[in-house]
């Protein structure tokens, strides 16, 4: 393996549910498990076709997860083929990973949570730390094989819109009420100067800035960046909780550009720290920076 500090065990970091989250050492220690499926989701889906964690299937966030007409995801019976496609069953592990530090590995996670798949088992869906990067850096095997199986039994249910997915009139009704909205985006975006991320194309909305209210805490800073993993609980809560003042028992709203990147603050808070009410805002800037007469800050 290559040198890289090594994290405590998921377990060692004081979560509220460390079971949602896998090692890589793990991973590979459980390659030939039938109950396990490994998903792939990268911000570039032909990352995979480079090479992938064996067994891993391809989950591309546009093709499988959006609906092909209008900006909203899949239904029910789509996700229910999909998943039974990888060869899904009632019991089978999932374990996501993808590129950029999992943003679209917990942006499924988020979405696959919409239909209950989360709370089916308490480890029925858990995220890899660290993901495909960490995976490459320590030299674990690459295959560039896509796996067959069976196809699988697994039932969900429909999709549930509104525990955990905020539309624009909850996030303006929060707006009004002063409840806490987390931008996760970077601070140039937060302050208007950019549409998009650095050395990414300056687009996606007409206007730049920020919903009123929101606070900015930038989602890299839940990674450690010496282990690639999240960091642990204590300094966690130092960033979400001591800083910035958000209360686990808070109704919270996350949100960035287009959602992929609030889906892993989403994650951080419901599940490393236990927050009762976090709910993330799929439509984001690119929703709010192109509505009529919402509000803005710069």
Same mark, same amino acid.
């Given at each position: 393996?290559?040198?890289?500090?090594?994290?405590? $065990?998921?377990?060692?970091?004081?979560?509220?549910? $460390?079971?949602?989250?896998?090692?890589?050492? /793990?991973?590979?220690?459980?390659?030939?498990? $039938?109950?396990?499926?490994?998903? *792939?989701?990268?911000?570039?889906?032909?990352?995979?076709?480079?090479?992938?964690? #064996?067994?891993?299937?391809?989950?591309?966030?546009? *093709?499988?997860?959006?609906?092909?007409?209008?900006?909203?995801?899949?239904?029910?019976?789509?996700?229910?083929?999909?998943?039974?496609?990888?060869?899904?069953?009632?019991?089978?592990?999932?374990?996501?990973?993808?590129?950029?530090?999992?943003? !679209?590995?917990?942006?499924?996670?988020?979405?696959?949570?919409?239909?209950?798949?989360?709370?089916?088992?308490?480890?029925?869906?858990?995220?890899?730390?660290?993901?495909?990067?960490?995976?490459?850096?320590?030299?674990?095997?690459?295959?560039?094989?896509? $796996? &067959?199986?069976?196809?699988?039994?697994?039932?969900?249910?429909?999709?549930?819109?509104?525990?955990?997915?905020?539309?624009?009139? %909850?996030?303006?009704?929060?707006?009004?009420? &002063?409840?806490?909205?987390?931008?996760?985006?970077?601070?140039?975006?937060?302050?208007?100067?950019?549409?998009?991320?650095?050395?990414?194309?300056?687009?996606?909305?007409?206007?730049?800035?920020?919903? #009123?209210?929101?606070?900015?805490?930038? !989602?890299?800073?839940? =990674? %450690?960046?010496?282990?690639?993993?999240?960091?642990?609980?204590?300094?966690?809560?130092?960033?979400?909780?001591? *800083?910035?003042?958000l209360h686990p028992d808070a109704d919270v709203?996350?949100?960035?550009?287009?959602g992929e990147r609030s889906a892993l603050t !989403?994650? =951080?808070?419901?599940?490393?720290?236990?927050?009762?009410?976090?709910?993330?805002?799929?439509?984001? /800037?690119? *929703? /709010?920076?192109?509505?009529?007469?919402?509000?803005?800050?710069?």
């Amino acid at each position: 393996m290559r040198g890289r500090m090594t994290a405590l $065990p998921p377990g060692a970091r004081g979560y509220a549910r $460390p079971d949602v989250l896998v090692t890589t050492a /793990w991973v590979q220690d459980h390659l030939q498990d $039938p109950g396990l499926r490994i998903l *792939e989701c990268d911000e570039d889906p032909l990352l995979y076709d480079a090479g992938h964690i #064996p067994g891993a299937c391809r989950v591309d966030w546009h *093709e499988h997860l959006n609906d092909p007409i209008q900006r909203d995801y899949l239904d029910r019976e789509r996700l229910q083929q999909l998943l039974r496609g990888f060869g899904v069953g009632q019991d089978t592990v999932v374990v996501l990973y993808g590129d950029q530090h999992n943003w !679209w590995a917990a942006f499924a996670f988020w979405i696959f949570s919409l239909f209950g798949l989360s709370r089916l088992r308490l480890t029925q869906l858990k995220l890899l730390d660290g993901g495909r990067r960490l995976w490459e850096e320590e030299g674990r095997p690459l295959s560039v094989e896509s $796996p &067959r199986f069976a196809v699988g039994d697994i039932v969900i249910g429909e999709r549930n819109d509104r525990l955990i997915r905020a539309f624009r009139q %909850d996030v303006l009704e929060h707006v009004f009420r &002063r409840s806490p909205l987390v931008d996760v985006r970077s601070p140039a975006e937060f302050d208007g100067r950019r549409l998009h991320m650095p050395e990414y194309p300056n687009e996606g909305a007409v206007r730049g800035g920020r919903i #009123p209210g929101a606070r900015n805490i930038p !989602w890299e800073r839940s =990674v %450690d960046r010496a282990t690639l993993t999240f960091k642990p609980a204590a300094e966690l809560r130092a960033i979400y909780q001591e *800083e910035h003042g958000l209360h686990p028992d808070a109704d919270v709203v996350t949100y960035c550009r287009i959602g992929e990147r609030s889906a892993l603050t !989403w994650f =951080v808070l419901t599940y490393l720290l236990g927050f009762n009410r976090v709910r993330n805002y799929d439509g984001s /800037w690119t *929703e /709010w920076g192109n509505s009529v007469r919402l509000p803005i800050e710069r």
